[in-house]
């Protein structure tokens, strides 16, 4: 069975797809000025891989006796078959994680043919725990961040994000780093991935009056170009629809809380008139800001 559900976790929010019985993508996001916690069984028989797009996680185990950190741009991969692994992970401000959960019989059968490439999967490693933890490559990143900003129809959401969380473990046990780099020759400089970031953050801290794409790529040291480029191959989208979605998301989530009228939605995101907001909330979501108020009280009652 499939099934999907998010809710508000404290100043943040939690998401939970399962993709089948064994195979589960979890989606984690801390909006809060004060670390903000989540707590989820997880069975032994399920390896697990972490994934911090934003910000800093840390994974607590053993009552917090030990504890591992993840920083930004980094991954973790768990798996130990002798004992659970409940997730119990504090989320520090304005941080985001994706996490898939996949029984080892799943992942087994994933890579049958290609056990000898996987040192856990060798027959000698196959009932020891394991546990790796890399930075993420730049390839990496980017399918991640299509799962993170998905809008896909709920028909075929589970179908997408199956795909990609297929590709991204593919990538992601590649052995042959060239292979990657080949994809996006101009993602093989750490140095402009990282300024691409600078303008993902520049434009949503300054969302309300965000620069130019002349203005930002001057701010962030690069071409006009390249800064087009890197942000469509990072991020699967232009710098100011990219900016669009994410204004309409964070407007979907403001209404959603109901402590906000239409009028105020719209200022914090970034428009000066009532009716320029509820015209993009409209051209987004196919409906009135209103109207989707109207929607979620009929869902409560």
Not at 17 to 43: G, V, Y
Not at 198 to 226: D, H, N, Y
Not at 237 to 242: E, L
């Amino acid at each position: 069975m499939v099934d999907s559900t998010k809710k508000n976790v404290a100043e943040g929010s939690f998401g939970e797809l399962s993709i089948e019985s064994d195979f589960i993508l979890l989606k984690a996001s801390s909006e809060s000025q004060n670390p903000i916690r989540i707590e989820r069984p997880a069975h032994k028989r399920f390896i697990q891989f972490h994934f911090c797009l934003k910000g800093h996680v840390q994974f607590i185990y053993h009552g917090g006796h030990y504890v591992i950190d993840l920083p930004r741009d980094s991954s973790l991969l768990l798996y130990n078959p002798e004992t659970d692994l409940p997730l119990q992970v504090v989320l520090r401000p304005d941080t985001r994680i994706l996490s898939v959960l996949m029984s080892i019989q799943k992942f087994h059968s994933l890579f049958t043919t290609e056990a000898s490439y996987i040192p856990f999967l060798s027959p000698e490693n196959k009932d020891k725990k394991y546990y790796q933890q890399n930075p993420l490559t730049p390839t990496l990143s980017i399918i991640l961040s299509q799962l993170w900003n998905e809008q896909i129809y709920p028909t075929v959401r589970t179908l997408y994000c199956k795909g990609k969380i297929y590709e991204l473990l593919s990538l992601y046990f590649n052995r042959n780093s060239e292979a990657q780099t080949e994809q996006c020759p101009f993602l093989m400089d750490e140095e402009n991935v990282q300024r691409i970031r600078q303008a993902k953050e520049i434009v949503i801290e300054r969302m309300a009056e965000p620069p130019t794409l002349p203005e930002l790529a001057a701010e962030i040291g690069l071409s006009l170009k390249k800064l087009k480029e890197g942000f469509k191959q990072i991020y699967g989208d232009s710098v100011f629809s990219f900016l669009f979605d994410y204004k309409m998301e964070m407007a979907r989530k403001l209404l959603e809380t109901g402590k906000h009228n239409v009028n105020e939605v719209g200022l914090k995101v970034g428009y000066s008139t009532a009716s320029h907001f509820i015209a993009a909330f409209k051209k987004k979501y196919d409906t009135t800001p209103k109207q989707y108020l109207l929607s979620l009280a009929q869902q409560g009652s």
